[in-house]
Antibody
């Protein structure tokens, strides 16, 4: 069974860059698309973007100017960088595997446990 | 963007109750809607995809229906482990978007 684990600093200063990594085990990272999703405390879910092992990526337009998602297939990892953070970026950040395609729609079938990132000076 | 509006925002219920949650899209999303369950401190768990397909391992008391703009998640007989927040998600177009959530709480 696939397992995802997020890692990275839990505290980031305003205006700096949030950097997280998701390590995938139990399945090949080349078989699926992979996403980052975030959830501010007590609020709903926001999709950030996805990446394929080839490096193809798509981002949420609401964050596109500040986001980069990259992949390292040799380490079975994909990463998130969010630049110029503010306290509004404080959230639980999840990595997730994507399920589906053009004929079924796209969903998230396996998730990491999440990592809380607080933006504060 | 495709906006997903869930109702109600909370539903008080008792064990054994039939619970229905609705999700409305601001434009048609075919049948490409998923439903997730989230418990406190945990990641969301996919229950249903493509509006009505039950994910393997999910109890059959969960069911989904709908197409176009209107979708429903039904729990036929609420169990103690079902008290949680439920989210819908449209899988039709990017950016993928979620509803605001419905909290199923103890009456």
């Amino acid at each position: 069974q696939v397992h995802l684990q997020e890692s990275g600093p839990g505290l980031v200063k305003p205006s700096e860059t949030l950097s997280l990594t998701c390590t995938v085990s139990g399945d090949s990272i080349t078989n699926y698309y992979w996403s980052w999703i975030r959830q501010p405390p007590g609020k709903g879910l926001e999709w950030i973007g996805y990446i394929f092992y080839s490096g193809t990526s798509t981002y949420n337009p609401s964050l596109e100017s500040r986001v980069t998602i990259s992949v390292d297939t040799s380490k079975s990892q994909f990463s998130l960088k969010l630049r110029s953070v503010t306290p509004a970026d404080t959230a639980m950040y999840y990595c997730a595997r994507m399920l589906g395609g053009d004929w079924t729609g796209v969903y998230f079938d396996f998730w990491g446990q999440g990592t809380l990132v607080t933006v504060s000076s | 963007d495709f906006q997903m509006t869930q109702s109600p925002s909370s539903v008080p219920a008792s064990v054994g109750d039939r619970v229905t949650i609705t999700c409305q899209a601001n434009q048609g999303v075919n049948s490409w809607v998923g439903w997730y369950q989230q418990k406190p401190g945990k990641a969301p768990k996919l229950l249903i995809y493509a509006a009505s397909s039950l994910r393997s391992g999910v109890p059959s008391r969960f069911s989904g229906s709908g197409s176009g703009t209107d979708f429903t998640l039904t729990i036929s007989s609420l169990q103690p482990e079902d008290f949680a927040i439920y989210y819908c998600q449209q899988g039709n177009s990017f950016p993928l978007t979620f509803g605001g959530g419905t909290k199923v709480e103890i009456k």
